[in-house]
């Protein structure tokens, strides 16, 4: 018996032990809580044609495809659009810019639950970023006028809006150190970048030089890297300092390599495609190889690849396909061998990453 009893008392105190008797919780781990299913892996957004789009592809890290996610997420929600431009976000939110509706749909980014819907001050909008608590976003305006794009400013505690005249070509847009940079170049047309403070709303214009169009542009580690197009001569490359906005040197973008697009720096590699190729070259070099890093069998009328980035050491590659019916998104290894094909929807144009 006394055996039993003592048993029965180590018993109780190693249960005890077990439930902390004590009210100490500090040595408590509690499971991390999913922020939502889209949480780990990458939208593709799909641009759609004039009458239907199916706007966002989510591509999960575990490699399931979930096509349709506002459909299936937001039954019965009013259509975000078509001709969908861009895909940008804040901590917590993801907004979808659609071109032809001149408006932003608003969703949880991790759960892609509908917010709401900002339709004031837009005409033909383009491409957004995000810096302290404000939305700003390019407007082309009227096409055939390149003075008159402007930006839009959303206050995101309240979604207001208020407008910001650029006076040319607004296009890409970026945010680093407290300020906004804005590229000034479609297809040829405009040769500056536009700094901009958004504390005084004050611009300045950095030059980039005749005939020097921007057409994309990324920032890394303090540097501005901006790939130029032009239909007349060969493409050029600006790295600038954003301590001081000065042109730290250019590379030239040898001649036989036209028409180049969607320039992207990851692991001091430059990145940018021209048709169906990629080409790269690294953020010391000052030669560009002729010979491209891949080319894929583009199923595009356009014979060109319509999206394109670099992420998790791996390539993206998107297909705008008919422009009418699905199309493919592609994943490659930083060599150039193909890992994955992803169906999408019409027209994918992006990879937007959570």
């Not at 953020?283 to 992420?311: H, K, R």
């Not at 490659?332 to 994955?340: D, P, R, V």
Request: contains cysteine; aromatic residues 12%.
């Amino acid at each position: 018996m006394k055996h039993v009893i003592k048993f029965l008392t180590f018993s109780l105190l190693f249960a005890c032990v077990l439930t902390s008797c004590s009210s100490d919780d500090d040595n408590f781990i509690e499971t991390p809580t999913s922020l939502g299913d889209f949480e780990n892996g990458y939208f593709i957004l799909n641009e759609g044609s004039s009458d239907f789009t199916s706007p966002v592809t989510f591509v999960g890290d575990d490699g399931i495809v979930f096509e349709d996610v506002f459909e299936t997420i937001n039954p019965g929600a009013e259509p975000v659009g078509t001709y969908l431009q861009d895909m940008f976000f804040d901590d917590s939110r993801a907004f979808i810019i659609s071109g032809s509706a001149n408006k932003i749909t608003v969703f949880d980014r991790y759960t892609f639950e509908f917010i709401t819907t900002i339709d004031t001050d837009f005409m033909a909008p383009r491409f957004g970023t995000v810096i302290d608590g404000k939305a700003y976003v390019t407007n082309t305006a009227e096409w055939d006028n390149n003075t008159d794009d402007f930006i839009t400013i959303i206050d995101l505690n309240n979604y207001s809006t208020s407008t910001l005249n650029v006076n040319k070509n607004a296009e890409k847009i970026t945010t680093e150190n407290g300020k906004v940079f804005i590229s000034n170049g479609y297809y040829g047309i405009g040769n500056t970048i536009t700094i901009l403070n958004p504390a005084t709303q004050g611009m300045e214009s950095l030059d980039l030089g005749a005939d020097n169009s921007p057409n994309s542009m990324e920032i890394k580690n303090g540097v501005l890297y901006v790939l130029t197009y032009n239909h007349v001569s060969n493409g050029k490359v600006f790295k600038i300092n954003l301590s001081n906005n000065e042109i730290i040197n250019t590379v030239d973008i040898p001649s036989s390599i036209t028409d180049t697009k969607n320039l992207k720096v990851e692991d001091n590699i430059v990145y940018f495609t021209s048709g169906a190729s990629v080409y790269s070259f690294g953020t010391s070099d000052s030669i560009v190889s002729e010979t491209p890093l891949l080319t894929y069998n583009s199923t595009s009328a356009y014979g060109i690849m319509y999206g394109f980035d670099v992420e998790n050491n791996k390539l993206y590659i998107a297909d705008g396909g008919d422009f009418n019916s699905a199309s493919n998104a592609y994943e490659y290894s930083l060599s150039g061998t193909l890992l994955k094909t992803i169906t999408t929807g019409i027209g994918p144009n992006g990879f937007f990453f959570n």
